[in-house]
């Protein structure tokens, strides 16, 4: 029987997190973690759950450019219309109306709109088959989920016929794989410890805790003070030892020049990676500073606008790590094509966790990733942060430093009923008084 998708209901989500300093960075000192929440109902019992993350102010945009994209493609139509050729859908999404596509093309306030309106969708086809989205995926063959990619503008570099030929190959192994997820868990790293403004003592304090816990990765943000980064990243060492991995994150405030010659003073506490060390459209830049401070390794794509241009960072040999954003790119359809890009060219997705909602959506995208697209964990790990996850109705579960796949039906972003009630701006109890 068809599901009628019948209203779209958009909230504004916003968490106070700027009061304790959780999330700050050399470029985002005082955010306010949000989400701009859709709900989907439909002619039956069955709703879909979707978000896009925001850090506060301009979350009321991503609303309102929900409401538009709900009125021209999601109300009145069905399920199983939509997910008969989800690619030709999401390519009307984004495309179908000229007026609008004007304000992205493909990125920005509409394309964080579409992510969360696409991203429920999604959820609404997991529940309604009765399995979390990474189950949905991998129990798939390569035709159907090539049908839900859309190839505009990258087939130079991947066509739906190598897309299917890659997910063939790897087909084979993906029951032992998915038990092994099972039983084992995705290997996680924390930012909890690192954020810039925190305290030096709390700092240290988390990351011993972090060790305790059997975290084997851990990242740092850097970039506000080169000498304040180095003292940071004595410290950490001090409490990692130097088996585990460091990673670092300058959350883009560094000129290409700058970065390398930051990065090579920072060479002395071996870190594993430096994330968005400069502008995050500067593709070349981006090269650059890879090509010069090897082997440290680059990391970006959180602020990627879409797989157009993650095409190019793999073309131009960019990075070493591919950190799509589940709400910035327009929703799982468009990161099923990042994904298997980055599998053509070798590169390991690990996707932007932390945020609201992030980390609840990429621990799916990487189960996939490893079972059905890589069949390899080798320098995969997913970002963790542990703030707000309570707020949703199937929280996250970490043991010892890795991700437990999620059970319950869907995208795993559906929040619990008090916490939007509490939160909503402006109105909600915690912003009220």
């Keep these: 029987m068809a599901t009628t998708i019948t209203k779209v209901n958009v909230r504004d989500i916003r968490f106070p997190t700027s009061r304790s300093l959780d999330g700050s960075d050399a470029m985002n000192a005082t955010s306010d973690y949000s989400a701009t929440y859709v709900t989907l109902e439909t002619d039956s019992p069955l709703t879909g759950h979707g978000l896009t993350f925001t850090i506060g102010r301009g979350n009321d945009l991503c609303v309102e ?26 390519h009307e999404v984004v495309a179908g109306d000229c007026q609008l596509r004007w304000v992205g093309p493909e990125k920005g306030v509409i ?12 959820d609404l086809w997991a529940k309604k088959e009765g399995k979390p989205v990474w189950k949905l995926l991998a129990d798939m063959t390569p035709e159907e989920i090539v049908r839900c990619v859309d190839f505009t503008f990258l087939t130079d570099v991947l066509t739906p016929q190598e897309a299917i030929a890659l997910l063939r190959r790897v087909a084979p192994g ?21 954020w810039l403004g925190y305290s030096e003592e709390k700092m240290r304090r988390l990351a011993r805790a972090a060790v305790a ?8 943000k850097v970039g506000a003070d080169i000498e304040q980064d ?69 990391a970006t794509g959180e602020h990627a606008h879409n797989r157009v241009m993650f095409k190019q960072f ?46 609840q959506y990429s621990q799916n995208i990487v189960l996939f990733d490893y079972i059905a697209v890589s069949a390899s964990l080798d320098k995969r ?37 008090d916490s939007l009630d509490r939160f909503e701006y402006p109105n909600g109890k915690e912003w009220s008084n």
């Excluded at 929900?66 to 399920?79: D, E, H, M, P, Q």
């Excluded at 993906?174 to 690192?194: C, H, N, S, V």
């Design 65 to 90: 450019a929900v409401k538009s994209l709900a009125k021209l493609f999601v109300i009145g139509r069905t399920l199983e219309d939509i997910t008969a050729n989800f690619g030709a859908y999401w």
């Design 111 to 122: 394309h964080l709109a579409t992510a969360a309106v696409i991203n429920a969708i999604w």
């Design 174 to 194: 993906k029951a032992a794989r998915e038990k092994e997820m099972l039983e084992q868990g995705f290997p996680g790293y924390t930012t909890a410890a690192g």
């Design 213 to 220: 816990d059997g975290w084997t990765h851990l990242k740092q």
């Design 230 to 298: 180095m003292r940071r990243a004595r410290i950490l060492r001090e409490e990692l030892g130097w088996d585990r991995k460091l990673m670092m994150d300058a959350n883009q405030t560094w000129d290409v020049d700058q970065a390398v010659a930051n990065m090579r003073k920072l060479a002395e506490f071996d870190p594993w990676w430096i994330e968005e060390p400069t502008s995050p459209d500067d593709i070349l830049g981006h090269a650059e500073i890879r090509r010069r401070i090897h082997p440290i390794g680059v």
């Design 314 to 359: 793999f073309q131009a040999g960019s990075l070493d790590f591919c950190q799509l954003d589940p709400a910035r790119l327009g929703g799982l359809n468009e990161v099923l094509a990042v994904v298997l890009m980055a599998a053509k060219f070798g590169i390991p997705v690990c996707p932007h966790g932390g945020g609201v909602g992030l980390c």
């Design 381 to 417: 790990v997913l970002e963790y942060v542990d703030h707000l996850h309570e707020n949703f109705v199937e929280p996250i579960v970490i043991k010892r430093g890795r991700y437990m796949p999620p059970k319950l039906p869907g995208y795993s972003v559906t929040m619990k009923e």
